[in-house]
C-alpha cells in the first residue's frame, strides 16, 4: 500500500497535491474530536492509507478529495469517541485531553512528517482546555455536529451524511452542545491578565504563600489531576478555592525538586513543572472575573511525550 511520500508506486495521481494540502485540516480537526494528538495522528493515517487502498478509478471517482478524506476522518473519530466511554471506565482517576505546547515549545524531530505537528495544529480557541473539557462532556454525536458545524463550518447537509442523522437532528445536535459552551466576552486585555494571574499564582506557590492562592482563586475553584495510573494524582478534583490553596502548599514545588516555568498551554497562559530537566506536569488554566475558576494539570507521561524543557 502506497503513502503520499512512498516511492512504491510511480502512477501519476493528479489528486496527490490536493490531498497532501488536507493533512494540517484533517489534523486540527482529529485533535479537537478526540482531544489527543497521538490519536489524530493515527485517524489522518488511518484516512490516507483509506484513499490509497481505493483503484486509481475509485480515486478518479470521487470529485472532492478533500471532502471524502474530511467525511472518513470524521466517522473514524466518530467510532473512537463511542469506543472512548468504555476506555474512559478502565482509566484510572480523572482524564485531561493532551496539553499542546506552544510552536516555540516543541520537541523537534517528534512529528511523524516533515511539518512539526504544532505547525499542523491551529492554537485557537477551539483548542483551549477549558473547551475541550466541555467537548469531551457532549455525546460523539454532539460533538462532531458541533465541531464540524459551528468550528469548521461544514453545512448540516454534509454534517447528516457523517453522523447518520437528518439534517434538522444534527442542527438540533450542534445547537445542544452550543449550550454548553461559555463564550467569553471579548476583551482586549484578557490575555494579559490572565498572564498575570498565572504568574502570581506561580509566585504564591513557590512561597507557599495560602492566603495569596486563596486571593487568586474563584470561590468554587477546582483543581483537577491526571496522572493516569502511572503517576500519583488525585483521583478525583479538588473543589473550593480553600482546599485548592491547601492542596498545593501541602505539595511544595522546593521539597520535590520541581522548577515551575511559565509556557502555553493550548494557546492560554500556563505552566510547566520540571525535574532533573524532564517535564513532569503541564497546567492550563481557565480564568473568569479575574479569579482561577479551574487548574487542569496533566501528570501522564504519555500526554507529555511533545513537551522539553526550555534550556
Known sequence: MAHPSDPLDDRPDPNLSAIIRERRQLTNLAYRLLG??????DVVQETYARWYAMSPRQQEDINAPGGWLTTVASRICLDLLRSARVRRERYVGEWIPEPLPDRAEWISGQSTGDTDPADRVTLDESVSMAFLVVLDA?????????ILHDVFGYPFADVAAIVGRTPGACRQLAASA??????????????????DLVRAFKRAWEATDIEALIGLLGPDATATGDGGGLVT???HPVEGAEQVARFFVDRPTAAAGVTL?????????GLVALRDG????VMAFDVSDDRIEHI????????LRSWVAKA
Open 36 to 41: 489527543s494528538l497521538a490519536d489524530a495522528e
Open 233 to 235: 494524582a488525585a483521583l
Open 278 to 281: 524532564s517535564t513532569v506536569s
Open 296 to 303: 487542569w494539570a496533566v501528570l501522564n507521561p504519555d500526554k
Open 261 to 269: 516555568q511559565e509556557c502555553t498551554v493550548n494557546g492560554q497562559p
Open 138 to 146: 457532549m455525546t460523539p454525536a454532539e460533538r462532531v455536529a458541533f
Open 178 to 195: 452550543r449550550r454548553r459552551i461559555r463564550v467569553p466576552r471579548p476583551d482586549a486585555g484578557a490575555s494579559g491578565r490572565r498572564t
